[in-house]
Protein backbone atom coordinates (compact mmCIF):
# COMPACT_ATOMS: atom_id res chain seq x y z
CA UNK A 1 0.00 0.00 0.00
CA UNK A 2 1.68 3.44 -1.16
CA UNK A 3 1.08 6.59 0.27
CA UNK A 4 -0.98 8.09 -2.33
CA UNK A 5 -3.57 5.34 -1.24
CA UNK A 6 -3.56 6.55 2.22
CA UNK A 7 -4.07 10.45 1.33
CA UNK A 8 -7.88 11.33 1.34
CA UNK A 9 -9.44 13.00 -1.77
CA UNK A 10 -9.38 16.72 -1.68
CA UNK A 11 -12.81 18.27 -1.96
CA UNK A 12 -13.90 21.42 -2.64
CA UNK A 13 -15.98 23.36 0.13
CA UNK A 14 -19.68 23.73 -1.00
CA UNK A 15 -20.56 26.68 -2.01
CA UNK A 16 -23.42 29.14 0.17
CA UNK A 17 -26.64 28.59 -1.44
CA UNK A 18 -28.31 32.00 -2.30
CA UNK A 19 -31.03 33.53 -0.69
CA UNK A 20 -33.83 33.61 -2.36
CA UNK A 21 -35.66 35.82 0.05
CA UNK A 22 -32.79 38.53 -0.92
CA UNK A 23 -34.81 40.05 -4.01
CA UNK A 24 -38.15 39.87 -2.09
CA UNK A 25 -37.15 41.95 0.03
CA UNK A 26 -35.00 44.13 -2.21
CA UNK A 27 -39.45 44.42 -4.15
CA UNK A 28 -40.65 44.96 -0.54
CA UNK A 29 -38.27 47.94 0.59
CA UNK A 30 -39.33 49.44 -3.65
CA UNK A 31 -42.69 49.47 -3.39
CA UNK A 32 -42.48 51.24 0.85
CA UNK A 33 -40.54 53.66 -1.17
CA UNK A 34 -43.20 54.61 -3.22
CA UNK A 35 -45.71 53.97 -0.73
CA UNK A 36 -43.98 56.52 1.34
CA UNK A 37 -43.55 58.82 -1.72
CA UNK A 38 -47.32 59.25 -2.57
CA UNK A 39 -47.66 59.80 0.98
CA UNK A 40 -45.37 63.05 1.18
CA UNK A 41 -47.35 63.58 -2.28
CA UNK A 42 -50.66 63.36 -1.17
CA UNK A 43 -51.40 66.75 0.11
CA UNK A 44 -49.90 68.01 -3.12
CA UNK A 45 -52.35 65.53 -5.26
CA UNK A 46 -55.60 65.88 -2.98
CA UNK A 47 -54.95 70.39 -3.83
CA UNK A 48 -54.41 69.71 -7.36
CA UNK A 49 -57.23 67.80 -7.75
CA UNK A 50 -59.74 69.73 -5.65
CA UNK A 51 -58.20 72.94 -6.48
CA UNK A 52 -57.28 73.10 -9.93
CA UNK A 53 -57.68 69.94 -11.99
CA UNK A 54 -61.46 69.61 -10.73
CA UNK A 55 -62.26 73.20 -11.36
CA UNK A 56 -60.73 73.38 -15.01
CA UNK A 57 -62.98 69.97 -15.62
CA UNK A 58 -66.30 71.79 -13.90
CA UNK A 59 -65.17 74.89 -16.25
CA UNK A 60 -64.93 73.19 -19.16
CA UNK A 61 -68.25 71.74 -18.89
CA UNK A 62 -69.79 74.73 -17.63
CA UNK A 63 -68.23 76.82 -20.73
CA UNK A 64 -71.05 74.82 -23.12
CA UNK A 65 -73.96 75.61 -20.60
CA UNK A 66 -75.94 78.35 -19.54
CA UNK A 67 -75.51 78.49 -15.45
CA UNK A 68 -76.39 81.36 -13.53
CA UNK A 69 -74.87 80.39 -10.05
CA UNK A 70 -78.67 79.33 -8.71
CA UNK A 71 -80.30 77.43 -11.23
CA UNK A 72 -78.97 73.76 -12.65
CA UNK A 73 -76.89 74.42 -15.57
CA UNK A 74 -78.56 73.94 -19.34
CA UNK A 75 -76.00 72.34 -21.81
CA UNK A 76 -76.35 74.98 -25.27
CA UNK A 77 -73.51 74.01 -26.95
CA UNK A 78 -71.47 76.10 -28.49
CA UNK A 79 -73.86 79.14 -27.68
CA UNK A 80 -71.30 80.99 -25.75
CA UNK A 81 -68.58 80.67 -27.78
CA UNK A 82 -70.75 81.95 -30.73
CA UNK A 83 -71.63 84.86 -28.57
CA UNK A 84 -68.40 85.99 -27.63
CA UNK A 85 -67.61 87.59 -31.45
CA UNK A 86 -71.05 89.53 -31.15
CA UNK A 87 -70.42 91.15 -28.05
CA UNK A 88 -68.55 94.59 -28.25
CA UNK A 89 -67.45 94.52 -24.68
CA UNK A 90 -65.62 91.58 -25.18
CA UNK A 91 -64.13 92.92 -28.40
CA UNK A 92 -63.56 95.95 -26.45
CA UNK A 93 -61.54 93.92 -23.61
CA UNK A 94 -59.34 91.99 -25.86
CA UNK A 95 -58.19 95.55 -27.46
CA UNK A 96 -57.61 96.77 -24.22
CA UNK A 97 -55.88 93.89 -23.02
CA UNK A 98 -53.43 93.67 -26.83
CA UNK A 99 -52.24 97.40 -26.16
CA UNK A 100 -51.48 96.63 -22.47
CA UNK A 101 -49.43 93.17 -23.61
CA UNK A 102 -48.19 95.15 -26.58
CA UNK A 103 -46.76 98.09 -25.52
CA UNK A 104 -46.17 97.69 -21.38
CA UNK A 105 -44.65 94.09 -21.33
CA UNK A 106 -41.36 95.19 -23.86
CA UNK A 107 -41.72 98.60 -21.99
CA UNK A 108 -41.38 96.76 -18.57
CA UNK A 109 -38.67 94.54 -19.60
CA UNK A 110 -36.73 97.33 -21.75
CA UNK A 111 -36.77 99.00 -17.89
CA UNK A 112 -35.46 96.12 -16.45
CA UNK A 113 -32.77 95.30 -18.59
CA UNK A 114 -31.67 99.36 -18.20
CA UNK A 115 -31.31 99.21 -14.59
CA UNK A 116 -29.73 95.68 -14.67
CA UNK A 117 -27.09 97.55 -16.83
CA UNK A 118 -26.90 100.00 -14.57
CA UNK A 119 -26.52 97.94 -11.60
CA UNK A 120 -23.64 95.28 -13.19
CA UNK A 121 -21.52 98.36 -13.31
CA UNK A 122 -21.99 99.71 -9.65
CA UNK A 123 -19.51 97.95 -7.11
CA UNK A 124 -19.92 100.61 -4.49
CA UNK A 125 -23.02 99.61 -2.52
CA UNK A 126 -24.29 97.57 -5.13
CA UNK A 127 -26.24 95.27 -2.60
CA UNK A 128 -28.36 98.56 -1.56
CA UNK A 129 -29.41 99.69 -4.92
CA UNK A 130 -30.67 96.19 -6.27
CA UNK A 131 -32.57 95.86 -2.75
CA UNK A 132 -33.92 99.16 -3.40
CA UNK A 133 -35.19 98.59 -7.13
CA UNK A 134 -36.08 95.39 -5.99
CA UNK A 135 -38.55 96.01 -3.14
CA UNK A 136 -41.68 97.21 -5.40
CA UNK A 137 -42.05 93.65 -6.81
CA UNK A 138 -41.81 92.13 -3.43
CA UNK A 139 -45.58 93.84 -2.76
CA UNK A 140 -46.53 92.51 -6.36
CA UNK A 141 -50.08 93.72 -7.93
CA UNK A 142 -51.32 94.26 -4.48
CA UNK A 143 -54.83 96.05 -3.88
CA UNK A 144 -53.04 98.51 -1.53
CA UNK A 145 -50.05 99.14 -4.30
CA UNK A 146 -53.09 100.44 -6.85
CA UNK A 147 -54.75 102.31 -4.11
CA UNK A 148 -51.70 104.29 -3.49
CA UNK A 149 -51.11 104.86 -7.18
CA UNK A 150 -54.34 105.93 -8.06
CA UNK A 151 -54.38 108.17 -5.32
CA UNK A 152 -50.95 109.60 -7.08
CA UNK A 153 -52.95 110.31 -10.22
CA UNK A 154 -56.35 111.65 -9.89
CA UNK A 155 -56.96 115.26 -9.68
CA UNK A 156 -54.76 117.75 -7.21
CA UNK A 157 -52.98 114.61 -6.58
CA UNK A 158 -48.90 114.58 -6.46
CA UNK A 159 -48.22 114.02 -10.04
CA UNK A 160 -51.21 116.43 -11.34
CA UNK A 161 -49.21 118.89 -9.00
CA UNK A 162 -46.12 118.22 -10.69
CA UNK A 163 -47.40 118.17 -14.32
CA UNK A 164 -48.47 122.29 -13.24
CA UNK A 165 -45.26 123.19 -11.99
CA UNK A 166 -43.85 121.87 -15.68
CA UNK A 167 -46.47 124.02 -17.31
CA UNK A 168 -49.07 121.04 -18.42
CA UNK A 169 -52.54 121.45 -18.11
CA UNK A 170 -54.35 120.63 -14.45
CA UNK A 171 -56.58 117.42 -14.50
CA UNK A 172 -55.67 113.70 -13.26
CA UNK A 173 -55.38 110.89 -15.14
CA UNK A 174 -57.84 108.34 -13.61
CA UNK A 175 -60.77 110.21 -15.40
CA UNK A 176 -59.20 110.84 -18.73
CA UNK A 177 -59.91 107.71 -21.22
CA UNK A 178 -56.77 108.45 -22.88
CA UNK A 179 -54.08 108.35 -19.92
CA UNK A 180 -55.17 105.57 -17.70
CA UNK A 181 -53.77 103.09 -19.92
CA UNK A 182 -50.32 105.06 -19.56
CA UNK A 183 -50.67 104.97 -15.91
CA UNK A 184 -51.50 100.97 -15.80
CA UNK A 185 -48.30 100.81 -18.30
CA UNK A 186 -45.92 102.96 -15.58
CA UNK A 187 -47.76 101.03 -12.67
CA UNK A 188 -46.51 97.96 -14.44
CA UNK A 189 -42.73 99.34 -15.58
CA UNK A 190 -42.64 100.34 -11.44
CA UNK A 191 -42.74 96.87 -10.69
CA UNK A 192 -39.60 95.80 -12.70
CA UNK A 193 -37.73 93.91 -9.99
CA UNK A 194 -38.08 90.50 -10.89
CA UNK A 195 -37.09 90.52 -14.38
CA UNK A 196 -34.39 93.00 -13.19
CA UNK A 197 -32.58 90.31 -10.98
CA UNK A 198 -32.96 87.93 -13.31
CA UNK A 199 -31.59 89.97 -15.97
CA UNK A 200 -28.44 90.74 -13.89
CA UNK A 201 -27.91 87.57 -13.11
CA UNK A 202 -27.57 86.42 -16.95
CA UNK A 203 -25.12 89.63 -16.96
CA UNK A 204 -23.26 87.98 -14.37
CA UNK A 205 -22.63 85.32 -16.49
CA UNK A 206 -21.42 86.83 -19.71
CA UNK A 207 -17.56 86.07 -19.83
CA UNK A 208 -15.45 89.51 -19.66
CA UNK A 209 -12.92 87.99 -22.41
CA UNK A 210 -15.44 88.87 -24.83
CA UNK A 211 -15.95 92.26 -24.17
CA UNK A 212 -11.87 92.58 -23.63
CA UNK A 213 -11.71 91.17 -27.05
CA UNK A 214 -14.47 93.43 -28.72
CA UNK A 215 -12.76 96.51 -27.29
CA UNK A 216 -9.02 95.68 -29.12
CA UNK A 217 -11.26 94.84 -32.12
CA UNK A 218 -12.20 98.93 -31.67
CA UNK A 219 -15.56 98.23 -30.97
CA UNK A 220 -17.54 100.74 -28.64
CA UNK A 221 -20.27 100.61 -26.07
CA UNK A 222 -23.11 100.09 -28.45
CA UNK A 223 -21.53 97.51 -31.04
CA UNK A 224 -21.18 95.47 -27.67
CA UNK A 225 -23.75 95.75 -26.55
CA UNK A 226 -25.92 94.46 -30.04
CA UNK A 227 -23.22 92.02 -31.11
CA UNK A 228 -22.32 90.58 -26.98
CA UNK A 229 -24.95 91.24 -24.18
CA UNK A 230 -28.06 90.71 -26.03
CA UNK A 231 -26.95 87.58 -27.80
CA UNK A 232 -25.55 86.07 -24.54
CA UNK A 233 -28.60 87.66 -22.56
CA UNK A 234 -31.23 86.36 -25.25
CA UNK A 235 -32.24 83.04 -22.55
CA UNK A 236 -32.77 85.40 -19.96
CA UNK A 237 -34.75 87.59 -22.67
CA UNK A 238 -36.67 84.54 -23.82
CA UNK A 239 -37.54 83.05 -20.38
CA UNK A 240 -38.62 87.06 -18.99
CA UNK A 241 -40.67 87.84 -22.01
CA UNK A 242 -42.60 84.76 -21.91
CA UNK A 243 -43.29 85.16 -18.46
CA UNK A 244 -43.96 88.74 -18.16
CA UNK A 245 -46.45 88.19 -21.49
CA UNK A 246 -48.39 85.91 -19.35
CA UNK A 247 -48.88 88.13 -16.68
CA UNK A 248 -49.60 90.86 -18.59
CA UNK A 249 -53.09 88.98 -20.01
CA UNK A 250 -54.12 88.13 -16.46
CA UNK A 251 -53.88 91.64 -15.44
CA UNK A 252 -56.67 92.30 -13.07
CA UNK A 253 -56.46 94.09 -9.53
CA UNK A 254 -54.43 97.32 -10.81
CA UNK A 255 -57.78 97.86 -13.45
CA UNK A 256 -60.51 96.76 -11.22
CA UNK A 257 -59.50 99.22 -8.10
CA UNK A 258 -57.93 102.23 -10.51
CA UNK A 259 -61.50 101.96 -12.51
CA UNK A 260 -63.23 101.91 -9.37
CA UNK A 261 -64.64 98.13 -10.29
CA UNK A 262 -66.36 100.00 -13.32
CA UNK A 263 -63.65 99.11 -16.17
CA UNK A 264 -64.56 103.02 -16.59
CA UNK A 265 -63.63 105.70 -18.32
CA UNK A 266 -65.22 104.64 -21.38
CA UNK A 267 -63.97 101.17 -20.78
CA UNK A 268 -60.01 102.24 -21.16
CA UNK A 269 -59.26 99.75 -18.46
CA UNK A 270 -61.96 97.05 -19.31
CA UNK A 271 -59.38 94.41 -19.78
CA UNK A 272 -60.32 90.85 -20.42
CA UNK A 273 -59.81 89.41 -16.65
CA UNK A 274 -61.89 91.98 -15.42
CA UNK A 275 -64.53 91.80 -17.75
CA UNK A 276 -64.92 88.29 -17.37
CA UNK A 277 -64.99 89.03 -13.48
CA UNK A 278 -68.19 91.18 -14.66
CA UNK A 279 -70.15 88.36 -15.80
CA UNK A 280 -69.04 85.66 -14.06
CA UNK A 281 -69.64 87.59 -10.44
CA UNK A 282 -72.09 90.97 -11.44
CA UNK A 283 -74.30 89.86 -14.33
CA UNK A 284 -73.93 85.48 -12.98
CA UNK A 285 -73.16 84.61 -16.26
CA UNK A 286 -71.07 81.90 -15.28
CA UNK A 287 -71.32 79.94 -18.39
CA UNK A 288 -70.56 82.70 -21.03
CA UNK A 289 -67.32 83.75 -18.39
CA UNK A 290 -66.43 79.93 -18.37
CA UNK A 291 -66.30 80.08 -22.01
CA UNK A 292 -64.43 83.46 -21.95
CA UNK A 293 -61.77 81.56 -19.43
CA UNK A 294 -61.11 78.86 -22.16
CA UNK A 295 -60.69 81.27 -24.52
CA UNK A 296 -58.01 82.50 -22.80
CA UNK A 297 -56.24 80.02 -21.82
CA UNK A 298 -56.04 78.64 -25.95
CA UNK A 299 -54.92 82.41 -26.85
CA UNK A 300 -51.97 82.31 -24.17
CA UNK A 301 -50.95 78.74 -25.25
CA UNK A 302 -51.03 79.63 -28.70
CA UNK A 303 -48.64 82.94 -27.90
CA UNK A 304 -46.63 80.28 -25.51
CA UNK A 305 -46.11 78.11 -28.81
CA UNK A 306 -45.18 81.07 -30.98
CA UNK A 307 -42.51 82.07 -28.53
CA UNK A 308 -41.06 77.71 -28.19
CA UNK A 309 -40.94 78.32 -31.99
CA UNK A 310 -39.47 81.39 -33.03
CA UNK A 311 -36.87 81.34 -30.29
CA UNK A 312 -34.81 79.11 -32.85
CA UNK A 313 -34.39 82.02 -34.95
CA UNK A 314 -32.83 84.14 -32.01
CA UNK A 315 -32.30 82.35 -28.77
CA UNK A 316 -28.39 81.20 -28.55
CA UNK A 317 -27.57 78.99 -26.14
CA UNK A 318 -24.07 78.26 -25.03
CA UNK A 319 -22.97 75.29 -27.16
CA UNK A 320 -25.22 75.97 -30.10
CA UNK A 321 -22.07 76.89 -32.03
CA UNK A 322 -20.51 72.97 -31.84
CA UNK A 323 -24.13 71.77 -33.43
Do not use: C
Not at 156 to 182: C, N, R, Y
Amino acid sequence: MTADTLTPPVTTPAEPPIPQAAPARRNRRKWEDIRAGYVFLAPWLVGFLLLTAGPMVASLYLAFTDYNLFTAPEWVGFDNFIRLWNDPDYLKAWQVTGVYVLVGTPLKLASALGVALILNAIFRGSGFYRSAFYLPSLVGASVSIAVVWKAMFIDHGPVDSVQQILGFPAGGWVGDPEKTMPMLILLAMWQFGGPMVIFLAGLKQVPQELYEAASVDGAGPIRKFGAITIPMLSPVIFFNLLLETINAFQVFASAYIISGGTGGPARSTLFYTLYLYFRGFRDFQMGYASAMAWVLVLVIAVVTVIFFRSSKLWVHYAGDEGR
